[in-house]
């Protein structure tokens, strides 16, 4: 039997993988400058952007958001916010005060099209929760029922992040 020889591809398929192998190299490289962008531009200058992110957060869940201060770095390749004096929610209605919350945000949040967090430190919260029947609660002076299926997506957000510390309550 005769040794098969495989044939270089014709033409036409040649320029096919050529640009192909272009465009994922021109990706590679836009993604590298996007994470640059990020790393040295948007994140070290958050704070900036603090009254911006309040309403959109307050919005999001329908309650008053005030932050203290917002410092920024990286942990390694993953971007970290440390929020300082966190206030939701209307301080005369059982809002919630928290010391510091240090977010770890994870890259799936890109896919997610929300924020995901790697780690969510939250350290001295000032929480009062009052559970008003089998599955219903009062938090932030907001009543919650757990069987409604309108009021699962906070749940459901919380539920999606990787890990969630609770320290000095």
């Known amino acids: 039997p005769e040794p098969h020889t ?4 014709s033409p036409p398929a040649h320029a096919v993988l050529r640009a192909l192998g272009w465009a994922v190299l021109a990706l ?15 994140w070290p200058r958050l704070d ?3 009254e911006p ?5 307050s919005a999001r869940i329908g309650l008053p958001v005030r932050i203290g201060s917002l410092e920024t770095s990286f942990d390694r ?5 440390v929020v300082r004096d966190l206030r939701i929610g209307d301080p005369d209605a059982g809002g919630v005060r928290i010391g ?4 770890l945000l994870a890259w799936r949040s890109l896919l997610a099209g929300e924020p995901r967090f ?6 001295g919260p000032a929480i009062e929760l009052e559970r008003l029947g089998e599955r219903r609660w009062r938090l932030l002076g907001v009543e919650f029922d757990l069987d409604s299926p309108g009021e699962q997506g906070l749940a459901d957000w919380m539920l999606a992040q990787r890990r969630i510390e609770i320290v000095d309550a």
């Open 77 to 81: 390749l993953r971007p970290l916010a």
């Open 28 to 42: 590679y490289f836009a993604a590298g400058l996007g994470f640059l962008v990020v790393r040295h531009v948007l």
């Open 53 to 57: 992110i309040e309403q959109a957060v």
């Open 6 to 9: 495989s044939s270089p591809p």
């Open 48 to 50: 900036q952007w603090r």
């Open 100 to 103: 510091e919350a240090e977010a």
């Open 118 to 123: 790697d780690r969510l430190r939250l350290s």
